[in-house]
């Protein structure tokens, strides 16, 4: 079972290998082949290179923890905050009507245009960082929750009401399980949103974490450490969005997407 | 025989801004009875509002006028003794089928007993060992048969079907009416069916209702009083069958 898992995943996968493996000998080749200085565009060595002194005087491992440190608060204030109100604007369709516009009309700013006022308010370091993220999870997150429950199946609620489920167990074991494949695919988005952002806040707004790596490294003329850097904020992001998609397999949220 | 349900003058008229005001009316002047541990049919061409009628006596909707007594008593909103068997997704497809069934008994405490319970009525429709599995990875006929079991587990008084197998296969139909006629022989529950398939009604009612198109209005009530298996190719039945047919607009005898 599990060696037939993961021959099917190699399977799936060795194609999309196999052409990335050849980018990386034609990137090296290339930047022998024509010269290219390291500081201009470093080869696929140089930048290991860079990495490994990146992580041998421990730089590496201080600014991904800070990083994740604040798009874990972040995040998880901004769903623990939005999830709730979402679900409230789902039931209440006056309470939709009025507060949903503003919600519609705060979501396109980007959080970034909000730093200033997050330098301001709340001074470099930690805090501006993390409020950032919570504006990039939290708007998009009320739409996907309030979009969820709002377009909830009415059989289901009349099958719920015909049970008798009502009060705190109907939102618990009817409206938010309704809502829940929607939410996830928010959980998602978002999450991938809040990795984009950290790295522009953490450019601007506080003195560690991956974003002021690479302008550290850029103001140090270390483009290997730059791309050093980029490589490793993609391979999170890639490792945070498997991570969500596992949730998306639940035979409880499935359900949903395949009746689309 | 005593009337489990009683409509009195039912009315049912939508306010919203409709273009032709001849729609506006949905039900018009409803007046019947539905006696005690009867299976009736209501029978009517499609969108003609026999699911809105449903709807109102099983309390999720409210008449415009009129009354609908249930026991005598005005129905105020759905109750766990009335259980509705919807045509699709009446399942919660986040629950598995053993989690659907219990909810019709999520008033006993006693959770060996749910599960006992469960297994019992799982057995009874044939979903033995299908338990765990979700709405989804079960056929159609097989979801049926889940809902089905979810409402008798409850002891329904009343159990209301809407078209509850107008989505499955022409083989799986007969296997369901079948199977509906065994459980309105083992369980004491007044059965509302409806259906747009004139043999179905047939084979399954003791009492029809026939429903006119919109504005709608009652055609007729017949009383069916045959015994099962019903051969609706000869004799009464086959004259009532014509009968029907004529009265939905189909003239060449078929």
Not at chain 1, 184 to 199: D, H, K, M, N, P
Not at chain 2, 42 to 49: K, T
Not at chain 2, 174 to 190: D, Y
Request: charged share 20%.
């Amino acid at each position: 079972m599990r060696a037939n898992g993961l021959k099917k995943w190699f399977e799936e996968r060795w194609s999309a290998f196999l052409l990335s493996f050849l980018i990386l000998v034609l990137w090296e080749t290339a930047v022998h082949v024509f010269e290219i200085k390291p500081e201009r565009f470093p080869g696929v060595f140089q930048i290991l290179k860079g990495l490994w002194e990146l992580i041998q005087d421990g730089r590496l491992l201080d600014y991904v923890v800070a990083s994740l440190f604040r798009v874990t608060w972040g995040y998880l204030l901004a769903v623990g905050l939005a999830v709730p109100l979402g679900i409230f604007l789902g039931v209440k369709p006056f309470w939709r009507r009025t507060i949903n516009p503003i919600v519609q009309f705060l979501r396109p700013i980007s959080p970034l245009a909000w730093t200033p006022i997050a330098l301001m308010w709340l001074g470099i370091g930690d805090y501006p960082a993390i409020f950032l993220i919570f504006l990039a999870v939290f708007f998009p997150m009320v739409l996907f929750t309030t979009s969820g429950v709002a377009g909830i199946n009415p059989t289901y609620l009349y099958a719920a009401s015909n049970f008798g489920i009502a009060g705190h167990e109907l939102y618990s074991r009817v409206i938010l399980q309704a809502a829940l494949p929607e939410i996830i695919t928010g959980l998602r988005i978002t999450l991938g949103t809040a990795w984009l952002v950290i790295v522009a806040a953490e450019m601007i707004a506080v003195k560690s974490g991956l974003g002021y790596l690479i302008v550290d490294a850029r103001n140090s003329l270390r483009m290997d450490q730059v791309l050093g850097g980029m490589f490793v904020i993609g391979l999170i992001g890639l490792l945070l969005d498997n991570v969500v998609r596992q949730l998306e397999k639940l035979p409880s949220i499935r359900w949903k997407r395949l009746k689309q | 025989m005593s009337n489990k349900v009683v409509i009195q003058g039912l009315y049912k008229t939508y306010e919203k801004n409709t273009v032709q005001s001849a729609d506006k009316h949905v039900l018009v002047d409803l007046n019947f009875t539905v006696p005690t541990r009867s299976f009736t049919c209501f029978l009517g061409p499609s969108g003609c509002g026999k699911s809105t009628l449903l709807r109102i006596i099983a309390g999720f909707d409210n008449p415009s006028r009129g009354a609908v007594l249930v026991d005598g008593e005005p129905v105020c909103g759905p109750n766990p003794k009335h259980i509705f068997v919807f045509q699709e997704d009446g399942l919660f497809p986040w629950f598995t089928a053993h989690e659907n069934i219990e909810l019709g008994i999520r008033h006993l405490k006693d959770a060996q007993k749910r599960h006992e319970l469960v297994l019992e009525y799982l057995e009874m429709v044939g979903l033995s060992g299908f338990g765990a599995y979700y709405p989804h990875e079960l056929s159609g006929g097989m979801r049926r048969r889940a809902e089905v079991a979810r409402a008798l587990i409850a002891n329904p008084d009343i159990l209301f079907m809407d078209e509850p197998f107008g989505a499955l296969d022409f083989v799986t139909r007969l296997q369901m009416r079948e199977e509906m006629l065994n459980v309105h022989a083992m369980f004491p529950t007044t059965i509302l069916f409806i259906t747009h398939d004139i043999d179905e009604a047939i084979q399954l009612a003791d009492q029809i209702v026939l429903f006119t198109e919109r504005p709608t209005r009652i055609k007729e009530v017949l009383a069916l009083d045959y015994p099962h298996p019903r051969d609706f190719t000869k004799g009464e039945l086959a004259a009532i069958r014509r009968h029907i047919y004529r009265l939905m607009g189909v003239h060449a005898a078929l």
